[in-house]
């Protein structure tokens, strides 16, 4: 089968086509022939190996050679023990364990693949698994009528999370670079900000802040929020994640706020829910520009750069 795969960290010249021998599905894992897998600020950090975390298990050079979490696609062979699924069954998983979505076959966990509903084409099922359990979980922080922040909501997670929380009666404050802000305003964003024209700490203050790329002080976050107002850091540099881990309580407490770090829960669970969502049509999937296998590293870059508005697919195959 043919593979992206890349044995550095660095930029998309690192990545490359090759063959590789198809994989065997272990006990309790499935092997998908992948239709169409989306980009995460996830791949885009395994690539480039930053922040720091994105070098866990794999110090030196990246430990999984092929990227690719969020992947859509029918199952191709199952292991010893798999209950559930059969060959031919039309999946969509989230493999952040084992990533390989750039790829004609990936192997996942049993555990981590859903069923794909009909109604919805491979390429919208890949842009759901991780980027529609954090916004899900996010956005669920909330209560109707509150004052929601989020900032970096231009891109995948953002995108939906805008949508969820409107729909849950929340009034929602986006903030992205200013390209963004009239994608930001048509998911229904209340009020748009312009990271580079205006400091999203200075115009609150907000009951909720859902941060996808924190990089300020735990001070100015705090600054940021109402009394009782609760700030998340989803993503961002570890300076800031250490910061909040270890004087975000303290900040916390003497200020009547709550500040800290949103782990989010993985699985089909988790992710399913926001495909209901879509299927009803509360929720629209937005999928900024789709590559061929050949162009995934395009994809990555333009993911990684921050261009995309919505979601970045890699369709491996053609539906
Ligand atoms: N906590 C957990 O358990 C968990 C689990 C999985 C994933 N994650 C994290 O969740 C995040 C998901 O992000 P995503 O997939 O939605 O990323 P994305 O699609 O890349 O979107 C990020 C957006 O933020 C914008 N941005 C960059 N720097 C910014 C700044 N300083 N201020 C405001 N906006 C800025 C980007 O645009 P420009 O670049 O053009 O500025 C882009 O539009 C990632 O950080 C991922 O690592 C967390």
């Known amino acids: ?3 992206l795969v890349y044995d550095r960290y660095g930029q998309p010249d690192q990545l490359r086509l090759e063959d590789m021998p198809l994989p065997v599905p272990g006990a309790g894992e499935v092997l998908i022939e992948v239709m169409a897998t ?6 885009w950090e395994s690539l480039t190996g930053k922040p720091a975390y994105a070098r866990i298990g794999g110090l030196r050079a990246p430990r999984r050679r092929v990227l690719g979490s969020d992947i859509a696609g029918v199952i191709h062979a ?6 559930g699924f059969r060959v031919s069954d039309e999946v969509y998983a989230d493999n952040l364990a084992l990533k390989g979505g750039l790829a004609e076959y990936a192997i996942a966990p049993a555990s981590a693949v859903a069923l794909k509903p009909a109604g919805l084409s491979f390429a919208q099922a ?4 991780q980027s529609g359990a954090i916004a899900v979980q996010a956005v669920a922080r909330a209560g109707a009528g509150e004052r929601m922040l989020i900032n970096g909501a231009g891109g995948g997670t953002g995108a939906f999370a805008i949508q969820l929380a409107k729909a849950a009666g929340l009034q929602v404050t986006g903030v992205d670079t200013a390209e963004k802000l009239d994608f930001m305003r048509a998911l229904g964003a209340d009020e748009v900000i312009d990271y580079r024209a205006q400091d999203f700490t200075r115009t609150g203050p907000y009951d909720v802040i859902i941060d996808l790329v924190a990089s300020r002080s735990v001070v100015a976050f705090r600054r940021a929020l109402a009394r009782g107002g609760r700030y998340f850091m989803v993503g961002g540099t570890t ?15 003497l200020s ?7 782990f989010v829960h993985e ?16 929720v629209a999937v937005h999928i900024d520009t789709v590559f061929p296998l050949e162009q995934a590293p395009e994809a990555l870059a333009l993911h990684g750069t921050g261009r995309a508005r919505g979601k970045v697919v890699v369709a491996v195959r053609e539906e």
């Open 1 to 3: 089968m043919r593979a």
């Open 38 to 43: 989306s980009i995460n600020l996830s791949d």
């Open 78 to 83: 199952v292991g010893d023990g798999v209950e």
């Open 126 to 129: 890949s842009t759901i698994p």
């Open 239 to 253: 300076r800031t994640l250490l910061r909040l881990l270890t004087l975000g309580p303290l900040v916390g407490r």
């Open 256 to 262: 009547g706020t709550r500040l800290g770090v949103l």
């Open 267 to 282: 699985g089909p669970a988790q992710f399913t829910p926001l495909a209901q969502r879509v299927l009803a049509g509360d």
